[in-house]
């Protein structure tokens, strides 16, 4: 959520920034709103402050005999006129709520206007590897040696879904322990955080109400719930991490907080890819690894550049060639003021594909969730920074493997980070 009084002090440069987003926004109307409320709330404090000094002269006055009738009916009217300030007041500050939840967040000063057109490649690491054979696609490759199996996947739960079969089984958990222990390697600490979510956390992390479609809903409705669901499953352990410290006040001294959390991931996208994206480029249910940091503002940006470090370290690990791309502003999710991107090379696809968005939500997740941190400095409690990133998402990290390891054969060599976690296994081929 963005800071009211920002928008207050300067609406035509909140105004510019949320253009380079696509965002045309007029203050006007708002500001004269704010305005309204801002006068009524003086005046009704006011008329408050009457009522309770009249109220205990009342007592005094009818004791020296004096007739207080008239007194009585200017207490009766201030009454109704708070009454309906007060509902006012109130319909205001909900029609202002509302507006500020919908606006996005600012880009940060670097971040350039429009849309993926505009995103930037600021490094690439390693070369597209080349094959002296007819490279397959990873699909054709995972189910010739029997590893991935799409057909039962769908049986079992429709499109968009898949099962890990022996080796196939063996590699993921592999991907995600070497993930793991990367992470706790480097002092994060590990979260395993429940998969059903209430809506105050979509809320916190800002994908509702404006992205509330994109989730899986769970049936246990109410006819009280304005919401008309208790949870939703979560489309990324980013949206049960930022809500760690929701409504806390946070120690300066401990900052920062860093935290990594494994998942699986739930979300209702995958019907609309593209024939290019069959397999497991798109799904309904995918394995990651979220990292995860609070900070205070004048640490975020290390923080950010940490993260992207971690993030393009354990896809150096693998082996793996791909490039990062800084996004420009209608790229970035709403949440996030920065984004960058770390996508691997899918050679089948002749396009590189996002394997971890690493972005910097700058105090726009924490005024949602209310997390704030007592400044030493100044004494005040003051709005936390939150940043995520992926560490990583296995279900493009796995077809890169596959098509960037593959051999003549068919078979798949395996990165050698991942061989500890797999008895030393060298090479993926058709079992005997």
């Not at 205001?92 to 670097?110: K, M, R, V």
């Not at 395993?192 to 809506?199: E, I, R």
Request: charged letters at 25%; a negative charge.
């Amino acid at each position: 959520m963005l800071d009211i009084n920002l928008i207050r002090q300067n609406p035509d440069f909140v105004s510019e920034k949320l253009a380079l987003r696509g965002v045309q926004v007029d203050f006007s109307d708002f500001l004269a709103k704010d305005k309204q409320r801002r006068d009524l709330i003086h005046t009704t404090e006011q008329l408050k402050a009457e009522r309770n000094k009249t109220s205990a002269e009342i007592p005094k006055l009818k004791k020296e005999g004096k007739d207080v009738s008239e007194i009585l009916l200017r207490m009766r009217e201030i009454g109704d006129t708070i009454k309906s300030n007060d509902q006012l007041l109130a319909d205001i500050n909900q029609e202002q709520d509302e507006f500020l939840i919908g606006l996005p967040n600012l880009p940060a000063d670097s971040v350039v206007g429009g849309g993926k057109e505009n995103n930037e490649v600021i490094r690439i690491y390693g070369e597209k590897p080349s094959f002296d054979f007819e490279p397959q696609h990873h699909v054709d490759l995972v189910e010739h040696l029997g590893i991935i199996d799409y057909a039962r996947g769908a049986k079992l739960a429709g499109a968009g879904n898949w099962i890990y079969r022996g080796d196939g089984a063996r590699l993921e958990w592999a991907l995600l322990n070497y993930f793991i222990q990367t992470h706790l390697a480097d002092g994060y600490q590990m979260i395993l955080p429940p998969h059903m979510l209430n809506y105050e956390c979509g809320f916190t992390a800002g994908q509702f109400p404006k992205f509330i479609g994109d989730v899986y809903t769970l049936g246990e409705k109410e006819e009280t719930d304005e919401h008309n669901f208790k949870h939703f499953l979560l489309p990324t352990a980013e949206t049960a991490l930022v809500n760690l410290h929701r409504d806390e006040i946070l120690n300066e001294v401990e900052l920062p907080f860093k935290y990594f959390a494994y998942t699986p991931c739930y979300r209702m996208e995958a019907g609309s890819y593209r024939a290019e994206e069959r397999g497991m480029i798109r799904g309904h249910q995918f394995n990651k690894v979220e990292m995860f940091q609070y900070t205070t503002p004048d640490k975020s940006a290390e923080a950010l550049e940490e993260l992207v470090g971690k993030a393009e370290s354990l896809v150096q690990g693998l082996g793996l060639h791909y490039r990062v791309s800084k996004l420009a502003a209608e790229d970035c999710s709403a949440s996030m003021r920065e984004t960058y991107d770390i996508e691997v090379w899918i050679p089948s696809m002749n396009d590189y594909k996002e394997v971890s968005s690493a972005s910097n939500a700058g105090d726009y997740q924490a005024r949602r969730g209310n997390i704030r941190y007592k400044n030493l400095e100044t004494g005040k409690n003051e709005y936390i920074h939150t940043l995520n990133a992926s560490g990583l998402a296995t279900s493009r990290i796995f077809p890169a493997i596959m098509e960037q390891y593959q051999q003549a054969d068919g078979s798949i060599i395996v990165p050698e980070v991942l061989r500890p976690y797999m008895n030393n296994q060298e090479i993926i081929e058709v079992a005997k």
